[in-house]
């Protein structure tokens, strides 16, 4: 292909910035550090399917199977060894949506 070509090829039919100009500017910019940044908390506990849960000195209880929220009230289904059980949003501690893990606050007494 000859130079002439390529170059009305990358400029199209009305002339412009080269495609390749233009693609180079769209993914110069700085890099985005984390998607999580741009989810709210709220939005994030919404959607922690997935996340371990665990208690405070480190002790897994299982992974989030389902989050129900009803009559404005938030609980997760958790799934772990002993079943599954329900952890309201009041006994979490700690939200890590980067590593998606949930820890509780003290010693709670989880419904089965």
């Known amino acids: 292909m000859s130079e002439g070509l390529a170059s009305a090829m990358l400029l199209g039919k009305k002339g412009g910035a080269p495609v390749k100009t233009v693609l180079d500017r769209a993914t110069a910019g700085p890099a985005c550090e984390s998607a999580v940044e741009f989810w709210t908390r709220d939005y994030l506990l919404r959607h922690c399917e997935g996340y371990v849960v665990e208690r405070p000195?480190?002790?897994?209880v299982g992974f989030v199977s389902e989050v129900v929220?009803?009559?404005d009230v938030l609980e997760f289904l958790v799934e772990g060894s002993s079943g599954e059980i329900r952890v309201p949003v009041d006994a979490i501690d700690r939200f890590d949506a980067r590593g998606q893990r949930i820890t509780l606050a003290q010693r709670q007494e989880l419904v089965s």
């Open 69 to 71: 929220e009803t009559d």
């Open 57 to 60: 000195e480190g002790c897994r």
